[in-house]
Protein backbone atom coordinates (compact mmCIF):
# COMPACT_ATOMS: atom_id res chain seq x y z
CA UNK A 1 0.00 0.00 0.00
CA UNK A 2 2.55 2.49 0.81
CA UNK A 3 4.74 1.16 -2.18
CA UNK A 4 1.78 2.16 -4.39
CA UNK A 5 1.17 5.81 -2.57
CA UNK A 6 5.08 6.70 -3.51
CA UNK A 7 4.30 5.43 -6.75
CA UNK A 8 1.51 7.77 -7.28
CA UNK A 9 3.22 10.64 -6.04
CA UNK A 10 6.34 9.86 -7.88
CA UNK A 11 4.07 9.88 -10.60
CA UNK A 12 2.39 13.32 -10.51
CA UNK A 13 5.11 14.92 -8.50
CA UNK A 14 8.15 13.57 -10.68
CA UNK A 15 10.90 13.57 -7.50
CA UNK A 16 11.68 10.73 -4.93
CA UNK A 17 10.19 10.85 -1.35
CA UNK A 18 12.02 10.65 1.88
CA UNK A 19 10.16 8.82 4.35
CA UNK A 20 11.26 10.04 8.12
CA UNK A 21 12.71 7.12 9.99
CA UNK A 22 11.36 7.09 13.48
CA UNK A 23 12.93 9.96 15.51
CA UNK A 24 15.83 10.12 13.96
CA UNK A 25 16.74 14.46 13.20
CA UNK A 26 16.39 15.93 10.11
CA UNK A 27 19.06 16.11 7.66
CA UNK A 28 18.04 18.71 5.37
CA UNK A 29 19.26 22.27 5.53
CA UNK A 30 17.43 25.30 7.18
CA UNK A 31 17.31 26.63 3.51
CA UNK A 32 15.57 23.43 2.46
CA UNK A 33 13.62 23.22 5.43
CA UNK A 34 12.05 26.66 5.02
CA UNK A 35 11.11 25.72 1.67
CA UNK A 36 9.32 22.07 2.32
CA UNK A 37 7.38 24.32 4.91
CA UNK A 38 6.49 26.93 2.71
CA UNK A 39 5.06 23.70 0.08
CA UNK A 40 3.34 22.08 2.87
CA UNK A 41 1.86 25.42 3.81
CA UNK A 42 0.51 25.87 0.66
CA UNK A 43 -0.96 22.39 0.21
CA UNK A 44 -4.68 21.15 1.10
CA UNK A 45 -3.03 17.93 2.70
CA UNK A 46 -5.85 16.51 0.36
CA UNK A 47 -5.60 12.31 -0.05
CA UNK A 48 -4.12 10.99 -3.31
CA UNK A 49 -6.48 9.12 -5.48
CA UNK A 50 -6.59 5.03 -5.10
CA UNK A 51 -5.56 5.76 -1.51
CA UNK A 52 -7.52 4.73 1.55
CA UNK A 53 -6.16 5.39 4.98
CA UNK A 54 -8.47 3.48 7.79
CA UNK A 55 -9.00 4.67 11.15
CA UNK A 56 -6.58 3.31 13.87
CA UNK A 57 -8.13 1.43 16.26
CA UNK A 58 -4.93 0.75 17.96
CA UNK A 59 -3.65 -2.38 15.99
CA UNK A 60 -1.56 -2.75 13.64
CA UNK A 61 0.50 0.43 14.41
CA UNK A 62 3.53 -0.72 12.01
CA UNK A 63 1.28 -0.52 8.59
CA UNK A 64 -1.02 2.55 9.83
CA UNK A 65 2.02 5.28 10.98
CA UNK A 66 3.85 3.96 8.27
CA UNK A 67 1.15 4.95 5.99
CA UNK A 68 0.14 8.18 7.95
CA UNK A 69 4.26 9.40 7.75
CA UNK A 70 4.36 8.74 3.64
CA UNK A 71 0.75 10.63 3.39
CA UNK A 72 2.64 13.89 5.27
CA UNK A 73 5.91 13.34 3.48
CA UNK A 74 4.30 13.60 0.28
CA UNK A 75 2.90 17.04 1.15
CA UNK A 76 6.87 18.13 2.44
CA UNK A 77 5.58 18.20 6.49
CA UNK A 78 7.66 15.70 7.57
CA UNK A 79 9.19 17.82 9.54
CA UNK A 80 6.26 17.94 12.53
CA UNK A 81 7.20 13.94 13.08
CA UNK A 82 10.68 15.62 14.61
CA UNK A 83 10.13 19.04 15.70
CA UNK A 84 7.91 21.07 18.28
CA UNK A 85 9.07 24.14 17.61
CA UNK A 86 9.16 26.03 13.90
CA UNK A 87 12.19 25.39 11.97
CA UNK A 88 14.99 27.99 11.33
CA UNK A 89 13.62 30.56 8.58
CA UNK A 90 9.71 29.16 8.95
CA UNK A 91 7.42 31.66 9.35
CA UNK A 92 5.59 30.80 12.67
CA UNK A 93 2.18 31.85 11.29
CA UNK A 94 2.83 28.99 9.05
CA UNK A 95 4.50 26.84 11.05
CA UNK A 96 0.99 27.19 13.33
CA UNK A 97 -1.32 26.30 10.66
CA UNK A 98 0.62 23.25 9.54
CA UNK A 99 -0.02 22.00 12.94
CA UNK A 100 -3.72 22.33 12.99
CA UNK A 101 -3.50 21.06 9.58
CA UNK A 102 -1.79 17.94 10.50
CA UNK A 103 -3.14 17.06 14.23
CA UNK A 104 -6.69 17.55 12.55
CA UNK A 105 -5.61 14.23 10.51
CA UNK A 106 -4.92 12.65 13.76
CA UNK A 107 -8.49 13.19 14.71
CA UNK A 108 -9.96 12.25 11.75
CA UNK A 109 -7.99 8.75 11.12
CA UNK A 110 -7.82 8.06 15.32
CA UNK A 111 -10.64 6.31 16.70
CA UNK A 112 -12.52 8.44 19.51
CA UNK A 113 -11.93 6.07 22.13
CA UNK A 114 -8.04 5.82 20.67
CA UNK A 115 -7.90 9.58 20.48
CA UNK A 116 -8.73 10.51 23.67
CA UNK A 117 -5.83 9.40 24.86
CA UNK A 118 -3.71 12.31 22.87
CA UNK A 119 -7.07 14.49 22.99
CA UNK A 120 -5.63 17.16 24.99
CA UNK A 121 -4.30 20.26 23.89
CA UNK A 122 -2.71 21.71 26.88
CA UNK A 123 -0.61 18.68 27.85
CA UNK A 124 -0.05 17.56 24.30
CA UNK A 125 -0.02 20.79 22.17
CA UNK A 126 1.63 19.96 19.29
CA UNK A 127 1.73 17.03 16.56
CA UNK A 128 4.88 15.61 17.80
CA UNK A 129 3.84 15.02 21.34
CA UNK A 130 0.85 13.06 20.38
CA UNK A 131 2.21 11.29 17.84
CA UNK A 132 5.28 10.55 20.43
CA UNK A 133 2.35 9.71 22.69
CA UNK A 134 0.67 7.38 20.31
CA UNK A 135 4.28 5.65 19.49
CA UNK A 136 4.97 4.76 23.23
CA UNK A 137 1.42 3.41 23.70
CA UNK A 138 0.94 1.32 20.80
CA UNK A 139 4.06 1.13 18.87
CA UNK A 140 6.93 0.09 20.97
CA UNK A 141 7.19 -3.66 21.98
CA UNK A 142 7.04 -3.11 26.04
CA UNK A 143 3.88 -0.28 25.58
CA UNK A 144 1.29 -1.07 28.00
CA UNK A 145 -1.32 -1.52 25.56
CA UNK A 146 0.46 -4.33 23.56
CA UNK A 147 1.64 -5.97 26.09
CA UNK A 148 -1.68 -5.99 27.68
CA UNK A 149 -2.70 -7.40 24.63
CA UNK A 150 -0.25 -10.31 24.80
CA UNK A 151 -1.25 -10.99 28.20
CA UNK A 152 -4.94 -11.65 27.13
CA UNK A 153 -4.29 -13.50 23.99
CA UNK A 154 -1.84 -15.88 26.51
CA UNK A 155 -4.02 -16.48 29.43
CA UNK A 156 -7.15 -16.45 28.29
CA UNK A 157 -6.43 -18.41 25.11
CA UNK A 158 -8.40 -21.47 24.10
CA UNK A 159 -7.69 -23.70 21.43
CA UNK A 160 -9.94 -25.33 18.36
CA UNK A 161 -10.05 -28.67 17.82
CA UNK A 162 -11.92 -28.13 14.60
CA UNK A 163 -8.58 -26.03 13.66
CA UNK A 164 -5.21 -27.20 13.17
CA UNK A 165 -3.65 -27.35 16.54
CA UNK A 166 0.23 -26.17 15.03
CA UNK A 167 -0.72 -22.45 13.92
CA UNK A 168 -2.70 -22.13 17.27
CA UNK A 169 0.12 -22.93 19.22
CA UNK A 170 2.61 -21.42 17.54
CA UNK A 171 0.25 -18.32 18.38
CA UNK A 172 0.85 -18.91 21.89
CA UNK A 173 4.38 -19.62 21.74
CA UNK A 174 4.63 -15.98 19.51
CA UNK A 175 3.04 -14.58 22.63
CA UNK A 176 4.73 -15.95 25.50
CA UNK A 177 7.81 -15.11 23.87
CA UNK A 178 7.12 -11.66 23.31
CA UNK A 179 6.02 -11.25 26.67
CA UNK A 180 9.47 -12.96 27.72
CA UNK A 181 11.27 -9.79 25.45
CA UNK A 182 9.27 -7.24 27.44
CA UNK A 183 10.46 -8.12 31.01
CA UNK A 184 7.15 -9.73 31.23
CA UNK A 185 8.30 -13.94 31.50
CA UNK A 186 6.34 -16.56 32.29
CA UNK A 187 7.89 -19.41 33.52
CA UNK A 188 8.01 -22.27 31.84
CA UNK A 189 5.82 -23.79 34.75
CA UNK A 190 3.37 -21.68 34.04
CA UNK A 191 2.99 -22.01 30.55
CA UNK A 192 2.45 -25.24 30.52
CA UNK A 193 -0.38 -24.56 32.80
CA UNK A 194 -1.68 -22.10 30.27
CA UNK A 195 -0.99 -24.68 27.67
CA UNK A 196 -3.71 -27.55 29.39
CA UNK A 197 -6.09 -24.97 30.33
CA UNK A 198 -6.29 -23.46 26.73
CA UNK A 199 -6.80 -27.32 25.68
CA UNK A 200 -11.07 -27.98 24.65
CA UNK A 201 -13.10 -30.40 26.72
CA UNK A 202 -12.51 -33.31 24.13
CA UNK A 203 -9.14 -33.24 25.33
CA UNK A 204 -9.86 -33.71 28.93
CA UNK A 205 -8.45 -36.88 28.86
CA UNK A 206 -4.57 -35.79 27.61
CA UNK A 207 -4.29 -32.71 30.62
CA UNK A 208 -5.36 -35.33 33.17
CA UNK A 209 -2.53 -37.82 32.56
CA UNK A 210 -0.21 -35.24 31.49
CA UNK A 211 -0.94 -33.75 35.03
CA UNK A 212 -0.77 -36.94 36.84
CA UNK A 213 2.51 -38.22 35.10
CA UNK A 214 4.22 -36.27 38.09
CA UNK A 215 5.52 -33.36 39.66
CA UNK A 216 4.25 -29.49 38.33
CA UNK A 217 8.19 -28.55 38.07
CA UNK A 218 8.56 -31.68 35.74
CA UNK A 219 6.38 -30.30 33.36
CA UNK A 220 8.07 -29.31 30.02
CA UNK A 221 6.12 -26.84 27.13
CA UNK A 222 7.58 -28.73 24.39
CA UNK A 223 7.15 -32.55 25.75
CA UNK A 224 3.04 -30.79 26.16
CA UNK A 225 3.24 -29.51 22.45
CA UNK A 226 4.06 -32.62 21.62
CA UNK A 227 1.54 -34.63 23.15
CA UNK A 228 -1.13 -32.65 21.74
CA UNK A 229 0.28 -32.56 18.37
CA UNK A 230 0.33 -36.88 18.65
CA UNK A 231 -3.15 -36.69 19.83
CA UNK A 232 -4.48 -34.63 17.34
CA UNK A 233 -2.76 -36.70 14.49
CA UNK A 234 -3.82 -40.04 16.60
CA UNK A 235 -7.89 -38.68 16.09
CA UNK A 236 -7.35 -37.46 12.05
CA UNK A 237 -6.06 -40.81 11.32
CA UNK A 238 -8.74 -42.94 13.65
CA UNK A 239 -11.47 -40.57 12.22
CA UNK A 240 -10.37 -41.36 8.91
CA UNK A 241 -9.81 -45.17 9.09
CA UNK A 242 -13.55 -45.03 10.51
CA UNK A 243 -14.79 -43.01 7.89
CA UNK A 244 -13.62 -45.58 5.02
CA UNK A 245 -14.73 -48.50 7.33
CA UNK A 246 -18.39 -47.19 7.22
CA UNK A 247 -17.90 -45.97 3.87
CA UNK A 248 -20.65 -47.81 1.62
CA UNK A 249 -19.14 -50.36 -1.16
CA UNK A 250 -19.59 -49.11 -4.40
CA UNK A 251 -21.44 -51.48 -7.14
CA UNK A 252 -22.08 -51.37 -10.58
CA UNK A 253 -25.29 -52.06 -10.54
CA UNK A 254 -25.00 -55.75 -11.67
CA UNK A 255 -25.31 -58.48 -10.01
CA UNK A 256 -22.80 -60.84 -10.23
CA UNK A 257 -22.78 -64.29 -12.14
CA UNK A 258 -21.85 -67.48 -10.32
CA UNK A 259 -19.11 -69.74 -12.21
CA UNK A 260 -21.30 -72.76 -13.35
CA UNK A 261 -17.95 -74.37 -15.43
CA UNK A 262 -17.36 -77.39 -13.42
CA UNK A 263 -20.91 -78.49 -12.98
CA UNK A 264 -23.28 -80.17 -15.19
CA UNK A 265 -26.45 -80.02 -15.62
CA UNK A 266 -28.97 -82.61 -14.50
CA UNK A 267 -31.27 -81.64 -17.79
CA UNK A 268 -28.63 -82.50 -20.55
CA UNK A 269 -26.06 -83.71 -18.92
CA UNK A 270 -23.64 -81.27 -20.59
CA UNK A 271 -21.13 -79.26 -18.49
CA UNK A 272 -20.77 -76.49 -18.08
CA UNK A 273 -24.13 -74.89 -16.68
CA UNK A 274 -27.07 -76.01 -14.83
CA UNK A 275 -30.83 -76.71 -15.30
CA UNK A 276 -32.61 -73.41 -15.04
CA UNK A 277 -29.96 -72.12 -17.59
CA UNK A 278 -30.01 -74.45 -19.72
Partial sequence: MILGLLE???????????????????????????????????TTFSMPSGIKLSQFDGSDWS???????????????????????????????????????????????????????????????????KWDKLKQVYGSATGSTTIFNLWIQLTQAHLDDSQPMTSQLAKLNEAWVNLSNASMGITDTQYCLILLNALPSSYEVVASTILASGALSLLNHSEITTCILNEEGWRSGSSAALNAACAPIKSDGKKKK??????????????GHIKPDC
Wanted: charged fraction near 20%; charge should be neutral; proline fraction near 5%.
Fill in 8 to 42: TWRVSAGKPVQIPAGSSGSTRTPATTSTCMNQAYA
Fill in 63 to 129: NWSGMLEALLTLHEAEDVFLMTLAPSGVDVDEWSSIQRRTKVYLHLYVKPNVFSLIASDSELPTFKE
Fill in 258 to 271: KDHSNLTCHYCNLK
